[in-house]
Every structure is written in C-alpha cells, then in structure tokens.
C-alpha cells in the first residue's frame, strides 16, 4: 500500500502545479480558458502507468497474466470469444512476448493515458479531479477489472462526442471499446438519455425506478439476470455476498448533491454540464441497485468518472470566500474515505517484481 501512498502524493503536486502553471488560452470569440501544463500533466500520466502497469497483483490481474501465459492466441480461439478485441492484442503481444507484464503494462498505459487526457481538458481544478480519481477508488478498480476499465477509457475519451451530439463518432467508440468488453454497448441507449437538461422530469424518473428496483429487487432480480443472461454477468446470479457498501453510494452522492443545488451556476460555467451530471445520476442510481447485488456496481464503471469530472466543477459553485474551505474539505473527506476502503476494508497490497517499497 505505501506505494499507492507515495502514488497519491506525486500525482497530486504534478498535477496542483500544471494548474498553477497553466496558460490561459482564447477559443475565438469564447471565453478565456485556462490549460493547465501539458508536461506536468505528462508526469500524472507517467506515475499512473508505471504504477498500475508495473503491478503483479491486485483483484484479477493474477488471472490475466495467468491466462496470456497459459494460452496460445489462435486464430480459432479468439474468433471463439465474445471480446474479440482484447484476444487479438494478447495474440498480437504474445507473438512478440510470452511475459505477460507486457499485457499489464499496455491496458494500463492506455486506461490511464486516456483518462488523464479527457480530465485534463474538461476539469475546472485539474489535481482535485486526479485526486478524486485516485480516492474514490477508480484508480485501484482499473487494476481490477481490466477490459472493462479499459472500454470504458476508450469510451470516456469520447466525450467531446456526447458533448457535441455527433452520435455516429461516439457509436462508433462504443462499438470499438465493446470489442473489448461487450457491456460497453449499454452507452448506445444511453447516449439518448443523458443528452437532455439535468433535473427535469426524466431525472426524477430515473431516481423512482432506482427506488423501486431496490424496494422490490428480490421480484425483479429475475427479470434483470434474464436481461443480462448473455454477457459476463450471467454467472452471478446465483451470488449471494450480499450488496456493494453503502458508504461508497453515499461517497457517489456527494458531488450530485451540490451539483444540484448550483444547477443554475454550474450550467453557466460550464454549458454541457448537464450531460455530466446525467453520467452521474446513472451512477448513483447503478449504485443504489448494487446495494442489493454488488455485480450491478461493475457497470458504475462507464459512468463513476464522470462523477471524478463533476467534483471538479463543484467548488467553483460555492461563493468565492468559501471555495478554499470547501477545496480543503474534499482532499479531507476523500482521503478518509480512501483509508476507510482501501486499508480498512480491503486491505490493499500492491505487489510488483519491479517497484518494491
């Protein structure tokens, strides 16, 4: 874990010095922008990679360096599989090394350098949202669920797409990023609802169902496996762990909450907010689902960063005399939360035959 600790540290003054090196940039007749530095961003990006993609260990890295050193990659066999996509960058990779750190190593490199590039162009406070990623947990779940973080990056850098409403590139994102992890088309419909203003019916609507499913979950589990019965998913229908913790649905309410009460500012500091915020509200929602089967939180996956995009906006709503305080107060509540998740709970240890602290 102490590496993860010194992980947290690095990235958060690189990334607090590319904002306070930050250049303000004109986009024609637009407002006055601020870029934070692209080379102490670079150095975020760098520490993210080498970490993530230097490790051995982590939830089901084991299994996936376990299978690239077990299997062959013919052609058969990956035409065999649903995610088509990632068995030919394993055939690929293992035609030039059976060491499958390399396999570890690239998904990371492409995870984290997408994540990083879409949240240095949107954040309004760049380090808050590196943090944010890093506490809320998200940097440790790529670790985890590897194709799925990694359809979800190549998803997540499509946003100036969903931002722009140019539905054929972003289709065709998903439909790439699905060769990777097929439950990456569940962002075709929902492209359609999240494009639309925040809070106004729909978005009520979406909260009612959340409570109903939750309510009634043990009549309508049936019905959600029945949906899912073709993908990854369908094995977990007769798991019985229990839900996902509700302090981390809690954790996934915080910047919505805000979020809503400065609705009318934040949609002036930020026109596509909107879509953000309707990201989120599907995470929250997903969430509270998961409190009743904890397979469900594995789809807050494509939509918890934009939760870490919304939290960069949020102290900006506050009054100016206010913002250093509440700026404070999220680096405190986010560190406690990931020493309660991280130590407490799961008890993190990174492992790396390369990085040893």
Same mark, same amino acid.
């Given at each position: 874990?102490?590496?993860?600790?010194?992980?947290? &540290?690095?990235? !958060? =003054?690189?990334?607090?010095?590319?904002?306070?090196?930050?250049?303000?940039?004109?986009? +024609?007749?637009?407002?006055?922008?601020?870029?934070?530095?692209?080379?102490?961003?670079?150095? &975020?990006?760098?520490?993210?990679?080498? =970490?993530?993609?230097?490790?051995?260990?982590?939830? @089901?890295?084991?299994? !996936?360096?376990?299978?690239?050193?077990?299997?062959?990659?013919? *052609?058969?066999?990956?035409?065999?599989?649903?995610?088509?996509?990632?068995?030919?960058?394993?055939?690929?990779?293992?035609?030039?090394?059976?060491?499958?750190?390399?396999?570890?190593?690239?998904?990371?490199?492409?995870?984290?350098?997408?994540?990083?590039?879409?949240?240095?162009?949107?954040?309004?406070?760049?380090?808050?949202?590196?943090?944010?990623?890093?506490?809320? +947990?998200?940097?440790?779940?790529?670790?985890?669920?590897?194709?799925?973080?990694?359809? %979800?990056?190549?998803?997540?850098?499509?946003?100036? !797409?969903?931002?722009? +409403?140019?539905?054929?590139?972003?289709?065709? /994102?998903?439909?790439?990023?699905?060769?990777?992890?097929?439950?990456?088309?569940?962002?075709?419909?929902?492209?359609?609802?999240?494009?639309?203003?925040?809070?106004?019916? %729909?978005?009520?609507?979406?909260?009612?169902?959340?409570?109903? =499913?939750?309510?009634?979950? $043990?009549?309508? %589990? @049936?019905?959600?496996?029945?949906? =899912?019965?073709?993908?990854?998913?369908?094995?977990?229908?007769?798991?019985?762990?229990?839900?996902?913790?509700?302090?981390? &649905?809690?954790? +996934?309410?915080?910047?919505?909450?805000?979020?809503?009460?400065?609705?009318?500012?934040?949609?002036?500091?930020?026109?596509?907010?909107?879509?953000?915020?309707?990201?989120?509200?599907?995470?929250?929602?997903?969430?509270?689902?998961?409190?009743? $089967? *904890?397979?469900?939180?594995?789809?807050?996956?494509?939509?918890?960063?934009? $939760?870490?995009?919304?939290? %960069?906006?949020?102290?900006?709503?506050?009054?100016?005399?206010?913002?250093?305080?509440?700026?404070?107060? /999220?680096?405190?509540?986010?560190? /406690?939360?990931?020493? !309660?998740?991280?130590? &407490?709970?799961?008890?993190?240890?990174?492992?790396?035959?390369?990085?040893?602290?």
């Amino acid at each position: 874990m102490a590496i993860l600790w010194v992980n947290l &540290v690095v990235v !958060y =003054i690189a990334s607090f010095f590319s904002r306070y090196l930050a250049k303000p940039v004109t986009t +024609g007749s637009g407002p006055l922008l601020i870029k934070p530095n692209k080379w102490m961003a670079a150095i &975020v990006m760098a520490t993210f990679v080498i =970490i993530a993609g230097l490790r051995n260990n982590i939830g @089901d890295t084991f299994f !996936y360096m376990y299978a690239y050193k077990l299997n062959d990659f013919t *052609w058969e066999q990956v035409r065999a599989e649903k995610d088509i996509g990632f068995g030919i960058l394993q055939m690929v990779l293992k035609s030039f090394t059976g060491d499958p750190q390399l396999l570890i190593f690239l998904t990371a490199l492409v995870t984290n350098v997408l994540i990083v590039y879409v949240l240095y162009k949107y954040s309004k406070l760049f380090e808050v949202s590196i943090y944010v990623y890093i506490t809320s +947990g998200l940097y440790i779940v790529s670790m985890n669920g590897v194709r799925q973080f990694l359809a %979800s990056a190549i998803v997540f850098a499509a946003t100036k !797409y969903l931002f722009a +409403g140019s539905w054929q590139k972003y289709f065709l /994102v998903v439909a790439f990023a699905s060769t990777f992890h097929e439950s990456a088309l569940i962002l075709i419909p929902i492209y359609f609802i999240v494009r639309r203003r925040a809070w106004e019916a %729909s978005t009520f609507v979406l909260l009612f169902v959340a409570v109903i =499913i939750i309510l009634g979950y $043990n009549v309508l %589990s @049936d019905a959600i496996f029945s949906a =899912i019965a073709d993908t990854h998913y369908s094995e977990y229908k007769n798991f019985q762990e229990g839900g996902a913790n509700v302090i981390r &649905v809690a954790v +996934g309410a915080v910047p919505l909450l805000f979020a809503y009460l400065g609705r009318h500012k934040l949609r002036e500091l930020f026109p596509q907010s909107d879509y953000i915020v309707n990201m989120s509200l599907l995470n929250f929602v997903i969430m509270a689902v998961a409190t009743q $089967n *904890w397979i469900f939180a594995r789809f807050s996956i494509y939509f918890g960063l934009y $939760n870490v995009l919304l939290m %960069s906006w949020v102290i900006s709503l506050f009054v100016k005399r206010e913002q250093k305080l509440i700026y404070y107060a /999220v680096l405190g509540f986010y560190m /406690v939360y990931f020493y !309660y998740e991280n130590v &407490v709970t799961l008890n993190i240890i990174y492992k790396s035959d390369y990085l040893r602290f």
